[in-house]
């Protein structure tokens, strides 16, 4: 882990918490890339009603997780009297026990949660033409449910934290799985204890990955390289709000090379930081390098000639 923590007793504590985490690579290794995690598939009768919900969807740093939870129609009075809201609401051990509660009963219980690295993120939304995070968002909550009914899984009644505008989404969720009511709301996490539990589920997720996150950027543990690193660990919660995440971005830019791959590229915060302090870079590709050289060794009758005329052979006007 990086050697700005308090000590290594807290650092280790620290992994043990992170490890317990299922939707967590042990040992921690570098997000490079997105991918998903599903918990044992339940093996009760259905149908089955599911809850989505994300975490991570406003930080410049670190992924986004889109988190779902499941669970038989007829288990929900059970479901209800476990505790599950709102993940903002609850502190921290209390989602972890939680987390705890809803892979108790793998019976009856499944959660799934899709881990979008950021430099996934980014690359969606700085190419041409761009993938905004609404389109990823959908795209993330459509493969979690696509999985559950390739697991085998009926489902009734699917409910989802709202993104934009709602029934828009609920007719495009509805056009690409018939046959299930879609429920979409704002607050949903708050409504419907089946989406606090994808809400528990993917915020513990996010939270284990910033609290225990590798830099993919740090020499491997074996190398004999002991540089120090250009990077405080103390990232902040990784909203462009918070002091401790402000305080990492003025801090961890190297005006040449920019940040590491934690960071979302695409956020404003970002761009305006590297606009201001970074060194300006010009890009040019083979083709214009080319014509760059031709015009700078131009000498003798070429010297100071357009790139056209010298192009097509002319020395002068009559030979248009």
């Given amino acids: 882990?990086?050697?700005?923590?308090?000590?290594?007793?807290?650092?280790?504590?620290?992994?043990?918490?992170?490890?317990?985490?299922?939707?967590?690579?042990?040992?921690?290794?570098?997000?490079?890339?997105?991918?998903?995690?599903?918990?044992?598939?339940?093996?009760?009768?259905?149908?089955?009603?599911l809850?989505?919900?994300?975490?991570?969807r406003g930080p410049v740093l670190g992924p986004l997780v889109y988190g779902i939870a499941y669970c038989p129609a007829k288990y929900e009075d059970e479901l209800n009297g476990l505790g599950f809201a709102d993940s903002k609401t609850l502190n921290a051990d209390t989602r972890s026990s939680l987390l705890g509660s809803l892979s108790s009963d793998p019976k009856n219980l499944g959660w799934s949660v899709r881990v979008l690295s950021p430099q996934d993120i980014s690359s969606g939304m700085l190419r041409r033409p761009p993938i905004n995070l609404n389109k990823q968002s959908q795209d993330a909550t459509i493969l979690l449910i696509r999985e559950?009914?390739?697991?085998?899984?009926?489902?009734?009644?699917?409910?989802?934290?709202a993104l934009g505008a709602t029934k828009p989404y609920e007719a495009l969720l509805s056009s690409h799985f018939p046959g299930i009511n879609f429920t979409v709301t704002a607050k949903a996490d708050s409504k419907f204890k089946i989406v606090g539990a994808a809400s528990v589920a993917a915020k513990v997720t996010r939270d284990a990955w910033i609290e225990g996150?590798?830099?993919?950027?740090?020499?491997?543990?074996?190398?004999?390289?002991?540089?120090?690193?250009?990077?405080?660990?103390?990232?902040?919660?990784?909203?462009?709000?918070?002091p401790k995440t402000q305080a990492w971005i003025k801090s961890s830019l190297d005006r040449t090379f920019g940040y590491p791959s934690l960071v979302r590229f695409s956020w404003t915060t970002v761009k305006v930081v590297l606009e201001k302090e970074a060194h300006a870079v010009e890009w040019i590709d083979d083709g214009q390098a080319s014509l760059v050289k031709a015009f700078e060794s131009g000498s003798g009758r070429?010297?100071?000639?357009?790139?056209?005329?010298?192009?097509l052979g002319l020395s002068s006007v009559d030979m248009l």
């Fill in 148 to 161: 559950v009914l390739k697991a085998g899984l009926e489902l009734s009644e699917v409910y989802v934290d």
């Fill in 302 to 311: 070429d010297k100071d000639r357009c790139l056209v005329t010298r192009d």
């Fill in 51 to 56: 809850g989505v919900d994300e975490a991570g």
């Fill in 213 to 242: 996150w590798k830099f993919e950027e740090d020499p491997p543990e074996s190398s004999s390289e002991q540089s120090e690193q250009p990077w405080s660990s103390i990232l902040g919660s990784g909203y462009p709000s918070d």
């Fill in 1 to 49: 882990m990086p050697a700005s923590r308090e000590s290594s007793a807290d650092s280790d504590e620290e992994m043990n918490e992170i490890s317990q985490v299922p939707s967590i690579p042990d040992p921690p290794i570098p997000l490079v890339a997105s991918y998903t995690y599903h918990s044992p598939t339940p093996t009760a009768a259905g149908p089955y009603i």
